[in-house]
């Protein structure tokens, strides 16, 4: 069913692919359908052929002019004039080819009106063919707002995907700074003591900088790899707070292969140490643990925090960074994730569940 619809929207997508399977089922299968024997369906398709350019003329006419020039613009009295007028010169039209052409062809004996009798007897001409003339007309028609509906569709979709990509690259962005400044900190902190630990750094900087601004164009990597990214900053928040900082990070994966947006988890962990531990507290505690099993991620973040709020060295209030995570998980995790906070004179406990 999935396919066949896929089929339907990339047909409507075609528009000359669309015109001529159109036609073409007006001029082969009806006379198929609706002729018993091999010479009606033959002869059937000989007036067809021939009135088959007036018909397409008559639908073009009044699909691509008289419809979007008059009539959706509310001039119904010239739509109503034109339309009559154009009526008449079809019907004309296709009498005479009727008459002139396909009963020639077809062998058909006896008088063959010629253009003047036919224009004389417009009203006749007029009742007995306006209905041929306009028989494929309303379909074409439906399947014409069909096609425009599916234009418009498509082009909401993509400009709510463009939109939310804009929005989550800015979210992202909010991330890199505020993670280069702390880090920058931290190496200018270490060069001044002439630490060993110094190119350590430089190289696990360098590593994540590349990973946030190369590798975090898809809309989803390895959950792997954000591992890697998370090993990597607390790494560098264990060198920058020593032994003070009781730090314990567990993570486990029952399939290596398995997936997740980008830049979620470090938003989550950077918020902890950015309200948590960078506060006036002795011997801060972070514990924090990743599960993966039957695709779904089980996150929890804890971390103590002093009693009275704290802002970051950039001036970063409490809130910003959890409510940045919870717009990136409502654009990317639209009702497949939970969130849910544990809160406490002296600690901070988050727990979020995700449908990968």
């Not at 804890?302 to 654009?331: A, C, F, H, W």
Request: net charge neutral; with cysteine; hydrophobic share 40%.
């Amino acid at each position: 069913m999935g396919k066949s619809i896929q089929f339907l929207d990339k047909l409507l997508q075609n528009r000359i692919a669309l015109h001529v399977l159109f036609w073409m089922c007006v001029l082969f299968l009806a006379p198929i359908i609706a002729d018993r024997s091999i010479s009606e369906a033959m002869n059937s398709l000989i007036y067809r052929a021939v009135g088959l350019p007036t018909k397409m003329l008559a639908t073009y006419f009044l699909a691509y002019y008289l419809i979007p020039k008059y009539f959706q613009k509310e001039k119904y009295f010239q739509f109503v004039l034109y339309f009559l007028l154009s009526t008449v010169v079809f019907c004309v039209l296709y009498r005479f080819n009727n008459v002139q052409i396909a009963e020639r062809i077809a062998g058909e004996e006896g008088y063959k009106e010629p253009i003047w009798e036919i224009i004389q007897y417009y009203d006749e001409t007029i009742l007995g063919y306006v209905g041929r003339v306009y028989s494929v007309t309303i379909p074409f028609i439906f399947i014409k707002m069909m096609r425009s509906r599916s234009a418009e569709k498509r082009k909401v979709s993509r400009l709510e995907k463009e939109k939310i990509d804009a929005e989550l690259n800015f979210l992202k962005a909010q991330i890199h700074p505020h993670f280069l400044f702390n880090t920058l900190n931290n190496l200018y902190a270490l060069t001044l003591k002439k630490s060993d630990h110094a190119p350590d750094v430089v190289a696990k900087l360098s590593e994540m900088l590349d990973y946030m601004l190369y590798q975090c164009k898809d809309d989803s990597v390895l959950v792997s790899k954000e591992i890697t990214l998370l090993q990597h900053y607390l790494d560098l928040e264990q060198l920058r707070y020593g032994k003070r900082l009781q730090l314990k990070f567990d993570h486990s994966l029952d399939n290596e292969m398995a997936q997740m947006a980008p830049l979620v988890l470090i938003s989550i962990v950077e918020n902890a140490f950015k309200h948590g531990v960078s506060g006036a507290i002795q011997q801060p505690e972070v514990e924090i643990s990743i599960e993966v099993k039957e695709n779904v991620s089980y996150i929890r973040v804890y971390n103590t925090k002093p009693e009275i709020p704290q802002t970051d060295e950039m001036g970063y209030k409490k809130g910003i960074g959890e409510s940045n995570v919870k717009r990136q998980l409502e654009l990317i995790y639209p009702n497949r994730y939970e969130w849910n906070c544990i809160e406490t004179p002296k600690s901070y406990e988050v727990n979020l569940t995700i449908q990968l």
